[in-house]
């Protein structure tokens, strides 16, 4: 149900959508790049690209490239922040899909983390994200298993920006108002539906996968 300001209510929760990209935080800061998008047109195709967030603090961690049309974006992006590609330490890919992952190949020497494969090189370390177990950058930064989209979704969570929890979701979320969209583009809608539920009830900023930012505000 959506009312006269867009807010958005689901269960016992509200989506609020927001204009703001920056969220300021100790130690980390998150910044949305780049707002992904998804829109059909006339003869039935599609045109998307994913959300491309940057968290800057201890590390510099890149969440989502965007697809390879976004090669020159990116690097104009990173620049702009004093940064390039060999300083980015995580580039965390939400999910498999051509408009998150296009530009991964700017980072050989960054630590990868795509769905549930985590590599450095050609080095892939063990982990737990396929159990369930949320793989630890460090106290504050965790990446979190969110499947449902596709089989190996992950979502990063970044604990104590102004705004308190700020969750980079991938495609858990397509936007602010998804409840009509997201099922169709699930591969699997139970497990998806439990994905964003747990987001729902502990982010308090959702940044989803095509779309704005959104505040959740969880009902007493
Ligand atoms: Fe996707």
Redesign the pocket.
């Known amino acids: 149900m959506m009312e006269a300001d867009g807010t958005l209510v689901s269960g016992p929760f509200q989506k609020v959508p927001l204009s703001q990209l920056d969220f300021s935080g100790q130690p980390y800061s998150v910044s949305v790049l780049k707002v992904g998008y998804c829109q059909s047109q006339t003869d039935g195709t599609f045109r998307a690209d994913?959300t491309i967030t940057l968290i800057n603090g201890p590390k510099t961690v890149l969440v989502d490239t965007g697809g390879p049309w976004d090669r020159d974006f990116l690097l104009v992006s990173l620049k702009d922040r004093g940064l390039d590609p060999g300083r980015v330490n995580l580039v965390v890919g939400t999910?498999g899909?051509s408009?998150?992952i296009g530009n991964l190949g700017l980072f050989p020497n960054s630590l990868l983390i795509v769905g549930y494969d985590v590599s450095e090189g050609d080095t892939y370390r063990p982990n737990q994200l396929a159990q369930g177990q949320a793989y630890f950058v460090d106290e504050h930064i965790s990446v979190v298993p969110s499947p449902g989209?596709?089989g190996q979704d992950v979502s990063v969570q970044v604990k104590g920006t102004s705004e308190g929890t700020v969750l980079v979701a991938?495609?858990l979320f397509e936007c602010c108002s998804d409840e009509d969209s997201w099922r169709d583009?699930s591969l699997n809608t139970a497990v998806q539906e439990i994905s964003r539920q747990e987001a729902l009830r502990t982010a308090d900023v959702i940044i989803p996968?095509h779309g704005a930012p959104f505040r959740v505000i969880r009902k007493r």
């Open positions: 994913g999910h899909h408009d998150h989209h596709t991938g495609d583009l996968g």
